[in-house]
């Protein structure tokens, strides 16, 4: 029996969750860290999980251990859905390799320069009422695969509903079950359908768009991911520590999807309803953005300084409406002492980058929604180490620069071009995250109003 940092016992641990209706709600994690200090265990659905509570422990652990915390475990679940391959849900050898190629790959294709901002520009050109999920993977698309899809070819609109479905799934009673009982898929298999159906058709379009791009190979000039690591499949054929292989790229891409579309379009849909609750806020960035770029400028990633308050904002919207339940799980690669307290090689880690948005010693109005936050006192944008969004350390999330360009011109754009109200008649809208493993929005409705200079 190892030794876990203190916390709640077991039972009341499990009654919490189920009282929750096995979605746990990040307001729990707060409320235990109240009783228990910034590092505390709660026994999850098969094994204990030991919390990093606040901002102080989380970049203890992240940052300052960030080798030792590097680890991701692997669920029954997860183990099932990816087979240990890419950079999500590897480890080792594989997760290094593949975590690194996929860096350098993704800065190559302009990752943070021209490249990819372009493929961001377009689609940020082609506004429509559908913008969201269908624009940011087409971002990806063009990354990945070469080519974007128009936003209602079938294929396209199947990849996308399997995405939705497959993160859907997360934190859910079954997935939580399959995590508890792995064999569970023996006796009943019909809620499994949908999430495994998902990461078949995901897994397929890599596979499929890798033939195509075996049959037209690129030879010295690489088009997109895909080419590239077919290049270094084969620089590396003779190399038997080489972990590029078939199974490694597809996940790769699977991987690329899923942890880039929804996060990003999730922050999207926060970010035009908190513009429809506060108008004041929405007029204040649609001067600016006038004042900066006029009504037809093309605006790049660079142009965030001349709009520090839309900058700001953005940033605020994230902090405010934190989609993530807590932070990607980890697990530690050895014993550890942290800020005092042990935890054993092999722990599942999460870091609640939720207690770090809303810590009140951080912000100076944590509850409220306040571009102040992210300004100094002369209106300059400041960057705060405290906003976690996109983990730290060693794991920090690959697409964090692609992820930022991609909020800054699509926000920028959608609100230059539109005044987003409440429709006729709706008084309120609900302001209360969907809870899972994502947070966005409930389903809401919004009035896009063409703005005069672009109707
Ligand atoms: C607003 C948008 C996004 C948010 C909030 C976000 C957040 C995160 C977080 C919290 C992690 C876990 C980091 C950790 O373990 O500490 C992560 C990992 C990851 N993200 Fe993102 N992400 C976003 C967009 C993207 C995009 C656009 C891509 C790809 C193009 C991407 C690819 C990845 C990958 C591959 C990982 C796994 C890294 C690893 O395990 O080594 N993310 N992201």
Excluded at 343 to 370: A, M, R
């Amino acid at each position: 029996w190892k030794k876990y940092p203190p916390g709640p016992p077991m039972l009341l641990s499990a009654v919490k969750i189920v009282q929750c209706g096995f979605r746990i709600h990040p307001d729990i994690l707060v409320e235990t860290a109240k009783q228990y200090g910034s590092i505390f265990t709660i026994w999850g659905a098969s094994q204990p999980l030991v919390i990093l509570s606040g901002f102080e422990a989380v970049k203890e652990g992240l940052i300052k251990h960030s080798e030792i915390f590097s680890g991701r475990p692997v669920t029954p679940f997860y183990k099932a859905i990816a087979k240990e391959k890419g950079i999500v849900f590897s480890n080792g050898h594989t997760w290094k390799q593949q975590r690194k190629f996929g860096l350098v790959t993704l800065r190559k294709l302009g990752l943070g320069k021209k490249g990819v901002e372009n493929q961001i520009q377009e689609e940020a050109q082609q506004l429509v009422e559908t913008f969201a999920r269908a624009k940011v993977s087409n971002v990806i698309c063009a990354l990945v695969f070469g080519h974007r899809y128009s936003v209602d070819d079938e294929e396209f609109l199947k990849l996308i509903k399997a995405i939705e479905n497959g993160v859907k799934f997360g934190g859910t009673f079954f997935h939580l079950l399959y995590e508890v009982i792995p064999g569970i898929m023996k006796y009943i298999s019909w809620p499994y359908k949908t999430v495994f159906g998902a990461a078949d058709v995901v897994l397929s379009h890599a596979r499929k768009e890798t033939e195509n791009h075996r049959k037209q190979p690129a030879q010295h000039d690489p088009r997109d991911f895909i080419d590239y690591y077919l290049l270094q499949m084969e620089k590396s054929k003779n190399d038997p520590t080489s972990t590029y292989d078939d199974e490694n790229l597809a996940q790769c891409i699977s991987d690329l999807f899923v942890a880039g579309t929804d996060t990003t379009s999730a922050t999207l849909q926060w970010g035009l309803l908190l513009m429809m609750t506060h108008p004041d806020i929405q007029e204040k960035i649609q001067k600016e953005i006038e004042d900066a770029f006029g009504s037809s400028q093309l605006i790049s990633y660079q142009d965030r300084k001349k709009a520090p308050y839309t900058f700001a904002t953005i940033h605020e919207i994230q902090r405010f409406k934190c989609i993530l339940l807590a932070g990607n799980p980890r697990e530690t690669v050895q014993d550890v002492n942290i800020l005092g307290s042990f935890i054993p090689k092999g722990t599942t880690i999460v870091p609640d980058v939720h207690s770090v948005c809303y810590d009140p010693k951080l912000w100076e109005t944590p509850q409220k929604f306040n571009p102040n936050h992210f300004l100094d006192k002369d209106g300059q944008f400041v960057d705060r180490e405290e906003l976690l969004l996109f983990g730290a350390g060693a794991r920090v999330c690959v697409g964090k620069e692609m992820a930022k360009i991609e909020l800054f011109i699509f926000f920028t754009n959608l609100l230059r071009a539109f005044t987003f109200k409440l429709p006729e008649g709706v008084k309120e809208v609900n302001t209360e995250p969907v809870l899972g493993l994502t947070m966005p929005p409930h389903h809401y409705k919004l009035c896009a109003i063409a703005r005069p200079s672009n109707s």
